[in-house]
């Protein structure tokens, strides 16, 4: 056979294959982004308390951040008031906690749990309308979610993560750029919740805004247009 039939050939070959892994692998690299989130294992939380023995002056008064934690685990009804503290619902419309510009609630809640009662170490994301997690991945990633953030042991240290991400679109579809800046702001309405929810139910957390965006996304495997802005750690002081 002549040479250039043989080199037609082995394109043809190389062009087959890589179009054959392609097909194979395509589904493995993006499964996080292409299932659709009823194929994830759901983890319905315990409901929140509307009553509590310290007062919003009280909790103000006496937040501050904390940066390092006891070993003991958390009750899963502490992640749960937590996480409806950041963006729970408070109305059938369902309205949330904190205050979002046009209702449009762009932020989305992950939650890395390392020391939890009754809730297995992994990744999870909060589902507001129905109060539950849905279980992203198993495992316990602290320590390199520690590392994503320039080594601050108080993610390593806290029994869980609370990772705020905003999807920017959701706003900026309304507002244009000014919509950016209105995401911001509404993290720091959500982080201000779990600071004082925090503080009643006597634990310890810090906002961290230091670490590195690509390894964090890569870490939690976040969807395309999630952009993290805080990592929360909470833990027993
Ligand atoms: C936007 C923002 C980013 C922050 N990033 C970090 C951080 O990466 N690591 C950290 O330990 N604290 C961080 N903090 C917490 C501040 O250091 C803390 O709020 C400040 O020292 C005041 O203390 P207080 O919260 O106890 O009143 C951050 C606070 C804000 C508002």
Sequence with gaps: MKKSVYTKLLVILVIMISVGIGFFLTPYIMKKQILPENKY?????????YESSTSVEEALLKRRSVREFDDEPL??????????????TTDP?????????GALYPLEIY?????????????????PAKHEL??????????QLSSASLGQASIKDGAITIVMAGVYERTT????????RYVHMEAGHAAQNIYLQAESLGLGTVVTGAFDDAHVERLLNLQKDEEPLYLIPVGKK
Aim: aromatic share 6%.
């Design 111 to 127: 939650v890395v749990v390392g020391n939890v009662s009754g809730l297995s170490s992994g990744i999870y994301k909060y589902k």
């Design 93 to 101: 419309s369902g309205k949330r906690t904190a205050p979002s510009a």
């Design 134 to 143: 849905l279980k992203i991945s198993d495992g316990d990633i602290r320590k």
């Design 173 to 180: 579809s309304k507002y244009g750029d000014r919509g950016i």
């Design 75 to 88: 009750a899963l009804s502490q992640v749960s008031q937590l996480l409806w503290a950041a963006q729970g």
């Design 41 to 49: 294992e759901t983890i319905a939380l315990p409901a929140p308390s």
